[in-house]
Each structure stands twice: as C-alpha cells, then as structure tokens.
C-alpha cells in the first residue's frame, strides 16, 4: 500500500509538471502575427508656458477604437495612454516610456502589424552641441529642463526603427510650426528664427524596411485642432480613411490609401493651409493593411506622398487615369506612364514603369529628371586583345576625346535610348613588329558607334528628396542607371610609317565590325555623368592592316586583303548636359 501511494503521488506530480510545460508552451510561441496598436494623447500640461490641448485624447481614443472595433480583423492589443485613462488626466514622461517598453514586449514577430499614434505639442530646443533638435511634449515636461522631461524626436524614431515589426506605421499628430499642435517658447522662438526657415524642413530619417512615418502636417505647417470636427483635422479624416480609403477597390485599406484619404481632406477642410506629408520607401513593399482583406486581383496603387504632387495628372499607355490628390490605382504589369501638370499642360516625367498588383509607389519614384536628349564629352580609351595584330597595327593603347549624344524615349513598354558616338585621338608615334623587324609609325585613330540602349533604375543609388513648398522638383535629385547597348562599330586608322620597305609610306583605311557595352549613368535635373565599359570586335579587309604582312617585301604588301578579326575593349567617362 505505502509503495502504491508513492507510486500515486510520483505519477501525480510527473503529470502536473508536464501540463505546466505543455501550458507554458502553448503561451509563449504565437503561430499567428498580432495587430498592435499604441495611442498617446496628451490634453494636460504642468508648465503654464505650454497650453492645455482639447482634443488630444479624444484622437487617441478614436484611433483605437477604428483600429481595435471596427477593422476586420481588428487589431487585439491596445495600448491606449491619454488624459482620458489616468485618474488625474496627466500623462508623464514615465508613462510614455512604459507603453513604448510595452509595445516591444508585444511586438515578437517581423509580420506583426504595429500602429504607433502621438498627439500631443511639439517643440524644440537647442542642444550643447549647438543643433537645434525637435522634441515631444508630455504632461511633466519643463520648458526650463526639457531636455530631461521631455522625448526627443530623434529617441522616438530610433525607438520605432528598433521594433521587430517589418509592417509598422508611426503617426504624428502634432507640429513645429509654432502654431497649432506646438509650443515654442520666446527663446526658442527666436532661435528657429535665425535658422531662415531651414529647420522647418522633412527631417533625415533613414526609414526601415516596411515602415512609414506619417505627420498631420507638413513640416513648416500648422497641426490644427477643430472645434467643429471634435478633432485634430488630419486624425479626423484619417480614421474616416481606415474605413472608406479603399483607392483600388481590392476590398482592404492600407496605411498609404487611409494617409491620401485624409490628406486629400486635410486640404481640403484647412483650404491647403495643412498638407500632411509622408516619410516612407514604399517602392516594391507589400502594403501595411489596416481594415479588411485584400483580394488576389488587386491593383497596384500610385500615390502623390507630398502635397505638391497632389494635382499632378497620371495617364497609362495613354489613359488618363485623374489626379494624385487620393492616388491612383495601375494595371499590373508594365507600360508607359506620363506624368502631368494639368496647370501648365507640362510633361513632368515620361517613362516605362513595371509595376506590380498589391504593391505601393510614390510618384517621386518616377520623377526623377531624366531628359529625352543629351549631349556628353569625356575621355575614351580603346585597345586592341591579341598578340599578333595588336603588335603590328595599334601596339598602344588610344586615348582621346569622346563625344556622345543620346536620345531616350519610352515606347513600347521599355525605354530605349539610340547613341551615337565619337571618339577621336591625337597623334601616337609608336613601334610596330612586323616579320620580326620593328618600325616606327605615327598613327592617328577615329572611332564611331551607333548604339541602341536599354536602362534600369538602381533604386539603392538615387535620391529623390523632398521638394520646397510649392514647386515639383526638389532641389537636388539624382536617379542612376544601370544601361546596356549593343550596336554597329567603325574604326578608321591613319598613319605614316617611317620605312623605305613600305610601298605606301602613309595609309588610311577603316575596319567595320559591331561592339556591346555595359555601364552606369547618373541622371541630375540637366547634367548626367556616365562611366562604361564595352567589347568591340572588328572586321578587317582594308590593306592598313595587312600592308606590312610582308614587311620589307614592299610593292607585294599594298595588295593584301585577307581578313582579320580584330577583337578590343574600350571604357569612357563623361559628363553631360541635356539639351531642351
């Protein structure tokens, strides 16, 4: 009997152990990704010196409740921190922080969704480095110590770029502006002042893969709060866009369609005076889905990103397709598309796009200043592979100016460009072998290339930054491309050679033959520099090549016309300006 009870109790405890370990195992992996959100909304502060916001929590608690009740599927962890949850209606620096230490314990998997809300006062404040460098109001902060009391811009992006999450949004309902949704002291003030109006531009973020930061505002304009719509402006028409942002009609909202819907009404409800911007590399990225489930079928989606580019026009293969204002849904595949300013009837970009359904694009990503023709110079080299026919017709290498002028156009789904080419070099005195004798020649060289050509952009070496309010190009972009072309050759050789064994002491003749190139170009709003490098082969049946065959045997090496195949290679680096 003792020996079966401790039989009992041992099995017992086994059994209890083990339905421990199994429940532990079921909690802690998640085989499903989760749908996170955080919202901050701050209507309370200490200092006297920042006033008291109205409708700050009230965002908040809006935004989670779109997210969390009626997306589908909804959103299953809420981190909600306002004036609203707290029994005194403050939220301090403390509490921010612990929410976003939350957020970091939930987020355990890339394809979780994460939406990060703020609203609250921007600020800024100059830092013992001299730069001057936004921050984030909380309940606690201190105009007198806040760079203590206060998040900085810089930690919160950080922060956010830190989160596993490789599909997470980071919305700011606030500004810098010194109006509206932002407090900037007397002191401060007077410092943005000295700054002309440099500061209040889109901030150098390297954004993270699959992540988007989007603000209510541009970022020299006023967040505004409305009385009538019970809310921040673009906090109200972005949780109507959760619902009704559908640009393509796959049955599902993205981040970027909910963006454009409440941009588009920003503007409209402020009369342009508040333009919401966006800081994202959407190119090529599956879309962050808010509210529904997308259908196989979808569209790809075009969108404006900046406020400038609201009013552009878009046409496919000819097809108008409206303006940007709430974007713009493509066909799959590829075609040509055409970029317009309705106001001046102007042609602001013209090129094949490929684009694929259910991916997202910035308009900028077809901007870039690639003009129709140019004309470039630089210096060109070429130089004969081989033993034999190099030693005896061009033993060194050509160096000389190289002229080229290129005309690209997109038709017929691609973009194809046609390059003519001309590379002309001085006089080289030089020795030639010839039937074991040497010589002495001065040759001069001219060689001539007609090309078709084909580009593709490298996404990872352009840069298209955000342009000055109100104009449609920035200031400086540059987009670059990788280019390859093929095409017909010609090589015309001069030269006198120093020998009384030559019948024809001076001879002049041309070798034909085709020639491929590969390089890089990098277009700038009218220049564009270019590096390549190309393989020629040569056909030769002209006697410059072969009078010296027989070398000192005279009047017999003038009529030699055996043909030669002459391989080389040549590279080029210029630099050129497009021509209106």
């Given at each position: 009997m003792r020996l079966r009870t401790v039989a009992k109790i041992i099995f017992t405890t086994l059994a209890l152990l083990g339905?421990?370990?199994?429940?532990?195992?079921?909690?802690?992996?998640?085989?499903?990704?989760?749908?996170?959100?955080?919202?901050?909304?701050?209507?309370?502060?200490?200092?006297?010196?920042?006033?008291?916001?109205n409708f700050a929590a009230k965002d908040a608690r809006d935004v989670t409740d779109a997210l969390m009740k009626k997306a589908k599927p909804s959103f299953d962890k809420e981190i909600l921190v306002s004036s609203d949850t707290t029994s005194d209606g403050r939220v301090p620096l403390g509490e921010l922080r612990e929410a976003m230490a939350k957020v970091e314990a939930a987020n355990l998997r890339e394809d979780d969704t994460v939406v990060i809300y703020l609203s609250t006062h921007g600020t800024v404040l100059r830092h013992p480095d001299g730069m001057v460098r936004r921050h984030i109001l909380v309940s606690d902060s201190q105009s007198q110590n806040l760079a203590a009391s206060s998040l900085a811009f810089d930690e919160l992006t950080m922060w956010f770029k830190g989160l596993r999450s490789r599909k997470k949004a980071l919305v700011l309902a606030f500004c810098y502006s010194g109006v509206g949704r932002s407090v900037l002291t007397p002191n401060m003030l007077m410092e943005v002042a000295r700054l002309r109006g440099g500061f209040f531009t889109e901030p150098d973020i390297e954004?993270?893969?699959?992540?988007?930061?989007?603000?209510a505002s541009g970022w020299q304009e006023p967040a505004r709060e409305s009385p009538v719509l019970q809310n921040e402006v673009y906090t109200h028409?972005?949780?109507?866009?959760?619902?009704?942002?559908?640009?393509?009609?796959?049955?599902?909202?993205?981040?970027?369609?909910?963006?454009?819907?409440?941009?588009?009404?920003?503007?409209?409800?402020?009369?342009?005076?508040?333009?919401?911007?966006?800081?994202?590399?959407?190119?090529?990225?599956?879309p962050i889905i808010i509210n529904g489930t997308p259908s196989r079928t979808r569209n790809a989606l075009l969108f404006a990103g900046y406020s400038q580019y609201r009013s552009l026009e878009a046409r496919w293969n000819g097809r108008s397709l409206g303006v940007l204002s709430r974007g713009i849904s493509l066909p799959e595949g590829r075609g040509k598309l055409v970029i317009i300013d309705p106001s001046t009837s102007r042609v602001v970009a013209s090129k094949v796009a490929a684009v694929q359904a259910g991916e997202e694009y910035l308009v900028t990503d077809f901007l870039a200043p690639r003009q129709s023709h140019f004309v470039s110079a630089g210096v060109g080299l070429f130089e004969e592979v081989g033993?034999?026919?190099?030693?005896?017709?061009?033993?060194e290498r050509t160096v000389g100016l190289d002229i080229r002028y290129d005309w690209n156009e997109a038709f017929f789904n691609d973009l194809i460009g046609l390059q003519l080419g001309f590379l002309a070099a001085p006089p080289i005195e030089e020795t030639i072998e010839v039937a074991g004798l040497s010589f002495r020649q001065k040759r001069s060289s001219y060689l001539m290339l007609l090309g078709l050509t084909s580009s593709w952009k490298l996404s990872s070496l352009s840069s298209i930054p955000e342009p000055p309010s109100g104009q449609l190009k920035a200031p400086f972009v540059w987009d670059t491309s990788l280019v390859a072309g093929a095409g017909p050759s010609l090589l015309c050789l001069e030269r006198t050679i120093d020998s009384e064994a030559f019948?024809?002491?001076?001879?002049?003749?041309?070798?034909?033959?085709?020639?491929?190139?590969?390089?890089?170009?990098?277009?700038?709003?009218?220049?564009?520099?270019?590096?390549?490098?190309?393989f020629m082969g040569l056909v030769n049946r002209n006697p410059v090549a072969d009078s010296n065959d027989n070398g000192n045997r005279g009047a017999s090496a003038g009529s030699s016309t055996r043909t030669h195949w002459t391989p080389s290679w040549g590279a080029s680096a210029r630099l050129g300006f497009a021509l209106k």
């Amino acid at each position: 009997m003792r020996l079966r009870t401790v039989a009992k109790i041992i099995f017992t405890t086994l059994a209890l152990l083990g339905s421990l370990e199994a429940g532990a195992s079921t909690t802690v992996p998640r085989t499903q990704p989760r749908r996170i959100v955080m919202a901050i909304g701050v209507n309370k502060f200490d200092d006297d010196k920042f006033k008291d916001v109205n409708f700050a929590a009230k965002d908040a608690r809006d935004v989670t409740d779109a997210l969390m009740k009626k997306a589908k599927p909804s959103f299953d962890k809420e981190i909600l921190v306002s004036s609203d949850t707290t029994s005194d209606g403050r939220v301090p620096l403390g509490e921010l922080r612990e929410a976003m230490a939350k957020v970091e314990a939930a987020n355990l998997r890339e394809d979780d969704t994460v939406v990060i809300y703020l609203s609250t006062h921007g600020t800024v404040l100059r830092h013992p480095d001299g730069m001057v460098r936004r921050h984030i109001l909380v309940s606690d902060s201190q105009s007198q110590n806040l760079a203590a009391s206060s998040l900085a811009f810089d930690e919160l992006t950080m922060w956010f770029k830190g989160l596993r999450s490789r599909k997470k949004a980071l919305v700011l309902a606030f500004c810098y502006s010194g109006v509206g949704r932002s407090v900037l002291t007397p002191n401060m003030l007077m410092e943005v002042a000295r700054l002309r109006g440099g500061f209040f531009t889109e901030p150098d973020i390297e954004v993270a893969e699959g992540s988007v930061i989007l603000a209510a505002s541009g970022w020299q304009e006023p967040a505004r709060e409305s009385p009538v719509l019970q809310n921040e402006v673009y906090t109200h028409f972005l949780v109507k866009g959760f619902e009704h942002g559908d640009t393509n009609g796959d049955g599902a909202v993205s981040i970027t369609e909910a963006h454009a819907y409440a941009t588009d009404g920003t503007a409209v409800f402020t009369r342009n005076e508040q333009n919401p911007s966006a800081i994202s590399e959407i190119k090529g990225r599956d879309p962050i889905i808010i509210n529904g489930t997308p259908s196989r079928t979808r569209n790809a989606l075009l969108f404006a990103g900046y406020s400038q580019y609201r009013s552009l026009e878009a046409r496919w293969n000819g097809r108008s397709l409206g303006v940007l204002s709430r974007g713009i849904s493509l066909p799959e595949g590829r075609g040509k598309l055409v970029i317009i300013d309705p106001s001046t009837s102007r042609v602001v970009a013209s090129k094949v796009a490929a684009v694929q359904a259910g991916e997202e694009y910035l308009v900028t990503d077809f901007l870039a200043p690639r003009q129709s023709h140019f004309v470039s110079a630089g210096v060109g080299l070429f130089e004969e592979v081989g033993g034999r026919s190099r030693r005896r017709l061009m033993p060194e290498r050509t160096v000389g100016l190289d002229i080229r002028y290129d005309w690209n156009e997109a038709f017929f789904n691609d973009l194809i460009g046609l390059q003519l080419g001309f590379l002309a070099a001085p006089p080289i005195e030089e020795t030639i072998e010839v039937a074991g004798l040497s010589f002495r020649q001065k040759r001069s060289s001219y060689l001539m290339l007609l090309g078709l050509t084909s580009s593709w952009k490298l996404s990872s070496l352009s840069s298209i930054p955000e342009p000055p309010s109100g104009q449609l190009k920035a200031p400086f972009v540059w987009d670059t491309s990788l280019v390859a072309g093929a095409g017909p050759s010609l090589l015309c050789l001069e030269r006198t050679i120093d020998s009384e064994a030559f019948k024809r002491k001076r001879q002049k003749g041309c070798m034909a033959g085709a020639h491929v190139s590969t390089g890089v170009s990098t277009y700038m709003p009218t220049l564009r520099m270019t590096t390549d490098l190309s393989f020629m082969g040569l056909v030769n049946r002209n006697p410059v090549a072969d009078s010296n065959d027989n070398g000192n045997r005279g009047a017999s090496a003038g009529s030699s016309t055996r043909t030669h195949w002459t391989p080389s290679w040549g590279a080029s680096a210029r630099l050129g300006f497009a021509l209106k």
